[in-house]
């Protein structure tokens, strides 16, 4: 079974601060996508990673996919208010033991105080 | 349509009632999921469908849940003898041709049993 952690769960950060969300997964597969959730929103797409190496930028986002270490990480550059959301991170299963939809982590609830 | 459209947008029912919930993809789309996302916590798959036929039904928790896309567009998720233990946000997603192309989601079904 496919598991996806996240963490951390919960991060208050300053503005103009760096983070990195990580999002760790226990089986093979190389597509990873990040989602962002706006408290009572539905999810919107913000990265997919592809292969092993991939990464993606946009604006103070980037995300980067390690298949081997079955790792992927999101990283927040100068943090602004409006970056404050959830963030999930989902993996595609491949093994043929797990379903066909994907697989989400608990997410993380970030914060960005002014 | 422009994007993915589930209606209602809250739905509000007493336990042991049967309710249905429904999901316009994108159109096009060939694939479309169908999530359960409660509070606190990251969505979970529930069913796949490739064009009508239902590829995946694994993360139905149990026989009460059951769910249809007879002309391979729209979706129903049905319900049966609802629980308190039901009420989530069911959200549903369509993508191109399945798990390999990027996965959009609707604004979700708050559903709750009371």
């Known amino acids: 079974e496919l598991k996806v952690e996240q963490n951390p769960l919960f991060l208050s950060m300053q503005e103009g601060k760096n983070y990195t969300i990580y999002c760790n997964y226990s089986?093979?597969?190389?597509?990873l996508y990040w989602y962002r959730q706006d408290p009572g929103k539905s999810l919107e797409s913000l990265f997919v990673?592809?292969?092993?190496?991939a990464v993606k930028q946009e604006g103070r986002l980037m995300a980067s996919l390690d298949t081997k270490a079955r790792l992927s990480t999101l990283h927040i550059t100068a943090a602004v208010h409006d970056l404050s959301a959830t963030y999930f991170c989902?993996?595609?299963?491949?093994?043929?033991?797990?379903?066909?939809?994907?697989?989400f982590g608990k997410g993380t609830h970030l914060i960005i105080q002014p | 349509g422009a994007g993915v459209s589930q209606t209602p947008s809250n739905k509000v029912t007493e336990k042991g009632k049967y309710v249905e919930l429904r999901c316009d993809p994108i159109?096009?789309?060939?694939?479309l999921y169908w999530y359960r996302q409660s509070l606190g916590q990251g969505p979970e798959f529930l069913i796949y469908?490739?064009?009508?036929?239902?590829?995946?039904d694994s993360g139905l928790p149990n026989d009460r849940f059951f769910a249809v896309r007879p002309e391979g567009s729209v979706s129903t998720l049905k319900i049966q003898r609802t629980e308190r233990g039901d009420s989530a946000v069911y959200l549903c997603?369509?993508?191109?041709?399945?798990?390999?192309?990027?996965?959009?989601f609707g604004q979700g079904t708050r559903l709750t049993v009371v």
């Open positions: 997603a369509s993508s191109l041709t399945g798990m390999n192309t990027e996965a959009f």
């Open positions: 089986t093979t597969s190389d597509r």
């Open positions: 990673l592809l292969s092993n190496g």
């Open positions: 989902a993996v595609a299963d491949y093994s043929g033991g797990g379903a066909d939809g994907l697989t």
């Open positions: 159109s096009g789309h060939t694939a």
């Open positions: 469908f490739q064009g009508t036929g239902a590829a995946d």
